[in-house]
């Protein structure tokens, strides 16, 4: 009867035959892993198989912190955030072997533009501030970030870390060095001008290079090479590599770059001030003001600030003091001052004036964060299109499409036009504004997504695509192929 009741139980309570089976598979399943090899199981294999890998990953990590600990000056001359990379190599190499390494901790990021260093010791051009923002939000994140100087500073890193590497950043004209090496010998290559650094390192007749290539198989992969180009253009073989502070893709037909943008840390808490009756004059250097690049009529400013009425224009411009002549009439200038006192001049302002230079430059942007407009100046217009805003070239092109209260276009050489504008700003005041673009989540996003990406398959299906050519890849088809050319 117990038979015949089982049999019934089985043929009519799936749920009953689907738990026997879990618990059969439970019981054999840890048997299969402990068949024997040599008296070790397949699991005691695979263990040591991974930690001998961890192992040689933790050695060449210690190997590369000595190695760049002797390479590297002490004295800190223009290296000037070289420790940084050692002590990251330190944190790596314990963490890893102590089993305690974070989140994307063992995620590699080759700093390898020299304005990273430079945003991290009090440098405030416009690639620092962009560099310095990319930085906050990769230490947030819990990236291994790994400052060089030079392409070939940036390949011994990438040797000896290869696999962890996600990303090498590099200024443009690096990322043509690099590839242009593996054209060059070690005696060619130490004629060039500008000289190639780091050419000390290569021992007899290793042979020279950078980028991965045929007979450079050891170089860094082109598809992980990243140029922080701050400008107009594209710098990189493969299209929508190079990186931009600015949607350039958006806004001129022949660049096909990543837009990355950065974000002003500052403007996150902003608050809104009370602001003098002022102009505040955007241009630092003497030389914007220089006739063929200053945007407005000589001797107008004066005349200007007596119609307003009770208004003045100020700025600092120069390496003298307060008070030096800035090269046009009716500016007061405040000196020199650090990016502290800079900001706070700017928030008393109503109203920040372009001259004309510098172009694309981050100020604009710290001033909506204050609640203060700025005034583009229109430097060219299409005479058969001239409303276009596409076709326009301006102090700030990535501001063509903002409008009043924000940003104020008005045509160089129109007074009319910029009395009209100082005007507005002082009558339409605003509340701190930061462009959606530029909230510190949207950059994040963009950031996460360069880094996290499967870029190779990308860049495959690119040259696949015959989109870019120079490279030896067989396996994707009928394209043309260099028999010495870049590999993935």
Excluded at 267 to 292: M, Q, V
Aim: charged share 25%; with cysteine; hydrophobic share 35%.
């Amino acid at each position: 009867m117990k038979s015949m009741a089982l049999a019934w139980l089985w043929r009519h309570k799936p749920l009953l035959r689907l738990c026997i089976c879990l618990v059969s598979l439970t019981l054999l399943v840890p048997r299969a892993l402990f068949i024997h090899h040599g008296g070790r199981s397949l699991w005691d294999l695979q263990l040591e198989e991974e930690n001998t890998e961890r192992l040689e990953r933790i050695t060449r990590i210690r190997d590369l912190r000595a190695q760049l600990n002797f390479q590297w000056p002490g004295d800190g001359s223009f290296r000037t955030y070289s420790h940084v990379t050692l002590q990251a190599l330190d944190r790596l190499a314990d963490c890893m072997t102590e089993g305690t390494c974070g989140p994307r901790e063992e995620t590699v990021i080759i700093l390898g533009s020299y304005h990273f260093g430079h945003s991290q010791s009090g440098h405030t051009s416009g690639e620092d501030i962009w560099a310095s923002s990319l930085i906050e939000i990769m230490h947030s994140l819990n990236y291994t970030l790994l400052y060089t100087y030079e392409p070939l500073e940036s390949l011994l890193v990438h040797q000896a870390l290869d696999d962890l590497v996600s990303l090498v950043f590099m200024e443009s004209q690096g990322v043509s060095q690099c590839i242009d090496m593996g054209s060059l010998t070690k005696e060619t290559a130490a004629t060039r001008k500008p000289p190639i650094v780091g050419l000390q390192w290569i021992e007899g007749e290793e042979q020279l290079g950078c980028a991965k290539r045929v007979g450079f198989e050891q170089g860094i992969p082109l598809w992980k090479i990243r140029p922080l180009h701050f400008w107009y253009g594209t710098r990189h073989p493969l299209p929508g590599w190079t990186l931009s502070p600015e949607n350039y893709t958006g806004w001129e037909q022949d660049t096909n770059n990543y837009y990355l943008g950065y974000y002003l840390p500052h403007c996150i808490n902003a608050k809104s001030h009370t602001h003098e009756r002022r102009a505040f004059i955007l241009g630092k250097r003497p030389e914007y003001f220089a006739d063929g690049r200053y945007a407005w009529p000589r001797g107008i400013l004066p005349d200007l600030a007596e119609k307003l009425g009770d208004f003045k224009f100020a700025g600092g411009a120069g390496k003298g003091g307060a008070g030096v002549d800035m090269g046009e009439r009716g500016i007061e200038n405040i000196g020199q001052m650090d990016k502290a006192t800079w900001t706070k001049e700017v928030a008393k302002s109503a109203v920040v004036l372009g001259i004309g230079s510098p172009p694309l430059s981050p100020s604009p942007y710290d001033a909506m964060c204050v609640g203060v407009p700025f005034i583009n100046p229109i430097t060219r217009r299409d005479a058969k299109d001239p409303e276009n805003r596409i076709k326009w070239r301006t102090q700030h092109d990535a501001l063509r499409d903002f409008d009043p209260p924000y940003v104020y276009h008005v045509d160089k050489d129109d007074v009319e036009g910029l009395r009209n504008a100082l005007q507005s700003a002082l009558d339409t005041p605003f509340m701190p504004y930061i462009p959606e673009r530029m909230l510190r989540e949207n950059v994040q996003a963009r950031l996460v997504h360069l880094i996290e990406n499967d870029w190779k398959e990308v860049a495959m299906q690119i040259v696949a695509s015959k989109k870019t050519t120079g490279w030896y890849a067989p396996d994707l088809g009928a394209i043309a192929h260099s028999n010495d050319g870049l590999l993935f």
